[in-house]
């Protein structure tokens, strides 16, 4: 397969002026007639006539109105076109049916629907396939579904047709049709300026009870971009449509949104906190698209993060306002850790900004994503509020309706702010996550802080340069007294020290707050220090950060030296959550402890082969030992802030939730599962029933709800993708493999639905001690589904492949068991691009 090179792009030879677009749908032939005004771009090389096609009969192809034959080549087709404007005419024909790739347009369950980014519009019609070359829409669809959507406002409708105009300039990656027999929750929203927005969520019948909660959270979305950012709605029209089969959270084609249902529906009885507080923020990243994404597009994909880090960058900050700031940056700091470190340190590795890629489906990565909303976020730390939504303005001003590069936003930082951003763009093209090392001195009232950076190599990189990093620090007296307010030092150097002068005593470091720079902080701590961290910090993030170091040196401990529990972290934890001045739901995130993966990743890093075995046992006995210690505590907490009245997903009720559940699931472990089988019983919420399954599953009970749950929810397939993800999370380690293969042979486990493929072997990979079980037996089921899948959907094969990427870290015998699948994966006969190019990387 062709590796593709951003060092290698050219502009297109000629661009688009207007297309015209009619969908004769059929389920296994439906016909699409384009009709295309192309002009000679000025700023091309050559006059290269070419066309993205893949899996297209084409029927005829005219231009001008001449017919003509064009070449079909290897994904496309070929022409001498003429040096002027002329009209580009074709009928091709395509199966939806029996696109079980999701890409392209494909049915799920009776309708038809598009998925075009990043390369699925050339399985639709022949076309420049390419996010540089942009122009208005006209579409018209004829079936006899009642409901027929595309992109823009509808201008016609009719017997058995509809008609679709988008006056916005696009890239066809964006485009997108919908057709099916679907009804919509309908509201409007009156934009800052006054227009009148038609606002629709289309579900089919049975959902609709389960779109209030998506319709508010885009009205949210809508105010807040106009508030924050001063952006405002384009069209007259913007609807939502929930599908069931689909490979990502949630698509933002211009003005009609394409979501994953589970990323839509939600009633209290169904959904949980979490999928409340997810959905919110999907609704919000795929709207705040209309703006960065759409209207100013990408260039290329090796672009990808300039709509994508900035859009989650923009979502993190909605739910921060709508939420809580700091258990917002807690959540993001854990996701960056448990999966962005992991793939910076392991075979996938690969600069936020990609040079190279075989199948670019590859790097919708949480590096690309999450690495790429924390540049945004440095960006802001280092130019100031004022400075960042100057920038912002100036890009948007600049660039409405273009395709532009990294190297555009940047400069847009640079002329708004007047600050060289050409050190800081190295942020862009290395790959890794650089660590930095602390030393601390303190004489004649002065503290010098010395921080040095260093990143290790990634695979392709292996000299790395210093980077620009925002480090946040503020000084404690011992008192616990704040005596420096926050300040952001700027680390440019490889090595650089930091004076603060007239301090009367020794001062305790809070270093990195609010997790100011995606890196690896390494801070020799004495245990008393983090302790009264832990205590006093005024700093959230570092108060919790200092917990979660407790935790972590005290779980390497039992680990790697047989230790016992560290009781002095659990009375300083046991002080921590007992403080009624702490949000609940902070609170609950200082009981959780760093995960079985961080964990494996912080053995590995000392020299010594993680055991995930041991991991895991100990990480329980640690559970144990704080429930043991902290039992009246915790059964305070949990009577004492129990929800009562309906039910609501606020975040004031969700944090008392998330706060009791934890106390909840640690107690079930010592005190036996009556708390949570009343729980069970009483619950009126998702939130209420799972949380009490699941702890009672982790003792081992839960046989009679497990049937009752199943019983009462047999017929929402959302619920049952938790029945069926919670039993695989919950197992014991050497029954996890069991557990998932006895799920895959149950009647109600339909494989090719990604979500429930995600639920079963998803929760597999994510078991991390029943996934690496010494046995093998859950590398060989994995393997095994993924070879399954991937000639019906590479794209999530692909993505699932990742569960192995970490395998170098383990003891020779997993590592040869695990290799042994990854190159059975790699030697299948008609392996997809996908795939190949992951098990490629991780074996190389
Ligand atoms: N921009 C989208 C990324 C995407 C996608 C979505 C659904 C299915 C396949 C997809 N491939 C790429 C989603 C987003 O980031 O908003
Ligand atoms: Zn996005």
Redesign the pocket.
């Given at each position: 397969p062709r590796t593709v090179f951003l060092r290698d792009y050219t502009p297109p030879a000629y661009l688009v002026e207007e297309v015209r677009l009619t969908f004769r749908l059929a389920p296994h032939a439906t016909r699409v007639l384009s009709e295309i005004q192309f002009r000679p771009n000025p700023d091309a090389a050559d006059r290269d006539f070419f066309l993205h096609g893949e899996q297209l009969k084409l029927i005829s192809a005219h231009v001008d109105g001449a017919p003509v034959t064009p070449e079909l080549v290897e994904g496309g087709l070929r022409l001498d076109a003429p040096d002027a404007a002329f009209t580009f005419e074709a009928e091709v024909e395509i199966d939806p049916e029996n696109n079980t790739a999701?890409?392209g347009l494909y049915r799920s369950n009776g309708m038809y629907c598009t998925?075009c980014?990043?390369e699925?519009f050339r399985k639709i019609t022949f076309y420049p396939d390419r996010p540089d070359v942009m122009a208005p829409f006209h579409v018209r669809i004829e079936s006899d579904l009642p409901v027929l959507l595309s992109n823009g406002n509808e201008v016609a409708r009719g017997e058995g047709f509809a008609e679709w105009y988008d006056p916005w300039p696009k890239p066809s990656y964006l485009f997108a049709l919908v057709a099916g027999d679907l009804v919509a929750h309908a509201d409007s929203f009156t934009t800052q300026s006054g227009r009148e927005v038609a606002l629709n969520v289309w579900v089919r019948e049975a959902d609709i009870d389960k779109c209030a909660f998506a319709m508010e959270a885009l009205k949210k979305s809508m105010k807040w971009d106009e508030e924050v950012y001063g952006r405002e709605y384009d069209l007259d029209l913007f609807n939502i449509v929930a599908v069931d089969d689909?490979?990502?959270?949630?698509?933002?084609n211009k003005g009609l949104n394409?979501f994953?249902s589970s990323a839509v529906l939600a009633s209290p009885e169904t959904a949980t906190d979490a999928d409340f507080e997810r959905i919110e923020a999907?609704i919000a990243?795929?709207y705040f698209?209309n703006w960065t994404?759409n209207r100013v597009t990408c260039r290329d994909w090796f672009q990808l993060c300039l709509?994508?880090g900035l859009?989650v960058f923009r979502d993190q900050q909605f739910t921060g306002d709508m939420r809580s700031h700091p258990v917002k940056r807690i959540d993001d700091a854990m996701l960056l850790r448990s999966a962005q470190f992991r793939e910076d340190n392991g075979p996938l590795a690969h600069p936020v900004r990609p040079e190279s890629f075989v199948e670019i489906?590859n790097f919708?990565t949480v590096t690309v994503?999450e690495k790429g909303a924390e540049i945004v976020g440095m960006l802001k730390r280092l130019v100031g509020d004022e400075g960042y939504r100057k920038a912002l303005d100036l890009y948007f001003e600049r660039h409405d309706g273009q395709a532009v590069t990294i190297e555009d936003w940047l400069k847009a930082f640079e002329d708004a702010t007047g600050r060289d951003l050409s050190q800081f763009a190295r942020w862009y093209h290395q790959a890794g996550t650089p660590r930095v090392h602390v030393a601390e001195d303190y004489a004649d009232g002065t503290y010098t802080l010395t921080l040095r950076q260093e990143t290790p190599p990634t695979p392709g990189q292996d000299d790395k340069a210093p980077v620009v990093i925002p480090v946040a620090v503020g000084l404690l007296n011992p008192n616990g007294d704040e005596v420096v307010a926050t300040r952001v030092l700027e680390l440019s150097e490889a090595e650089q020290s930091f004076a603060f002068e007239g301090l009367s005593t020794r001062p305790v470091a809070s270093i990195l707050r609010g997790f100011s720079a995606p890196v690896i902080l390494r801070h020799e701590q004495s245990h008393e220090t983090r302790a009264f961290l832990l205590a006093h910090d005024t700093d959230p993030f570092n108060k919790w950060e200092a917990g979660r170091d407790l935790a972590r040196t005290g779980l390497l401990a039992m680990i790697l030296d047989g230790a016992g529990p560290d009781a002095g972290y659990v009375d300083a934890l046991g002080q921590a959550v007992s403080d009624e001045a702490l949000d609940p739901a902070f609170r609950a995130r200082l009981l959780a402890l760093p995960g079985e993966d961080e964990l494996a990743q912080a053995i590995f890093e000392t020299g010594t082969a993680p055991d995930p075995t041991a991991i895991h046992a100990a990480r329980e006995a640690l559970r144990r030992a704080i429930a043991e210690r902290l039992g009246d505590t915790l059964s305070r907490l949990y009577e004492t802030h129990q929800v009562t009245g309906p039910y609501s997903p606020e975040a004031k009720d969700a944090g008392r939730r998330a706060l009791t559940n934890a106390a909840l699931s640690l107690l079930t472990l010592t005190q036996g599962g009556d708390r949570a089988r009343a729980q069970y019983r009483a619950a009126d919420n998702m939130t209420q029933q799972i949380a009490a399954l699941g702890a009672l599953l982790v003792i081992g009970e839960g046989e009679a709800e497990l049937k009752a749950f199943e019983e009462q929810w047999h017929h929402e397939r959302l619920v049952m993708n938790k029945w069926f993800g919670l039993q695989v999370a919950a197992a014991r380690p050497e029954e996890t493999a069991a557990t998932a293969e006895a799920l895959s042979r149950h009647p109600a486990f339909d494989w090719k639905n990604p979500n429930r493929f995600r639920a079963v072997f998803g929760a597999l990979a994510g078991n991390a001690a029943g996934f690496h079980d010494p046995s093998g037996a859950g590398y060989r089921l994995l393997a095994d589904w993924l070879l399954k899948l991937d000639p019906l959907n590479p794209?999530t094969t692909a993505r699932m492949t990742q569960a192995f990427s970490t395998w170098k870290r383990y003891d020779e015998d997993r590592k040869r068991l695990i290799r042994a699948e990854l190159e059975r994966i790699a030697g299948a006969q008609g392996l997809s691009r996908d795939t190949s190019e992951m098990v490629g990387r991780m074996l190389a």
């Open positions: 999701l890409e998925q980014e990043a699925g689909f490979n990502m959270g949630a698509m933002e394409i994953n999907i990243h795929e698209h994404g709509k994508e859009t489906n919708y994503y794209q």
